[in-house]
């Protein structure tokens, strides 16, 4: 199947620093992307829709100024987290879909500790 | 975004045994779809349900899609240790996936 890469898998970084994560497409081409959220024992929050070439379309409660999105290329969107707070600590996880229109193919997560 | 409630929230399963997790939503769904996590791992495609009343099996594993479109089901039977893991449902709208609370499945020998 299709494979999503994630890029830090672990990352712990200071209140008030900015931390970047990765999402690649290996094998395919994404013109969206989707990151989500989880915090431990709880469902997956949808955060945003990252668009190649357009701005990220965020859920309702997602602080965009927050929460930057850049959809640099068809294989690469990234997530940064800016002036992190330790209650931003959580699994970060992003998803595609790969060869079918519906299927996502998820990256195998970046768990952000903010201390 | 279509919400689905999901229970039971737990599933203590013996090994062997059969167990089901059910989807519900107040709502008419256009699909479903569920996926399993590992622990520790992220969320991997089982299946997807459109039609109403469908039903579909991968081994051990089987899904069904309600008449009225507002519900779903996962039955395991036989559970094995390598069914250990929290099995979500989600509506799809556009791409933009409403998960499920999930099912966390223990399973003992």
């Known amino acids: 199947g299709a494979v999503v890469s994630q890029h830090p898998s672990r990352v712990i970084c200071k209140s008030g620093t900015s931390v970047k994560i990765e999402c690649r497409s290996l094998?395919?081409?994404?013109?969206?992307m989707f990151w989500y959220r989880q915090f431990p024992k709880q469902s997956l929050m949808l955060m945003a829709t990252s668009n190649e070439g357009s701005k990220a379309t965020y859920e309702q409660g997602v602080e965009k100024d927050k929460f930057l999105i850049n959809h640099a290329s068809l294989t690469l969107s990234t997530l940064t987290v800016t002036s992190a707070h330790p209650e931003d600590s959580s699994f970060y996880i992003c998803s595609a879909n790969g060869w079918t229109d519906y299927e996502q193919y998820f990256g195998p997560g970046t768990r952000l500790t903010v201390t | 975004g279509q919400q689905v409630m999901q229970i039971p929230q737990y599933q203590h399963v013996q090994e062997g045994e059969d167990f089901t997790t059910y989807c519900n939503s107040s709502t008419t769904l256009s699909n479903i779809q569920w996926y399993k996590q590992r622990p520790g791992g992220h969320p991997v495609f089982l299946i997807q349900l459109v039609k109403s009343g469908e039903v579909k099996k991968q081994k051990r594993l089987t899904f069904q899609f309600g008449e009225a479109k507002k519900n779903s089901s996962l039955h395991i039977t036989a559970t094995q240790t390598t069914d250990v893991g929290t099995y979500f449902c989600a509506s799809d709208s556009w791409g933009k996936l409403q998960f499920g609370a999930g099912t966390q499945v223990v399973v003992t020998p």
């Open positions: 094998d395919f081409q994404a013109t969206t």
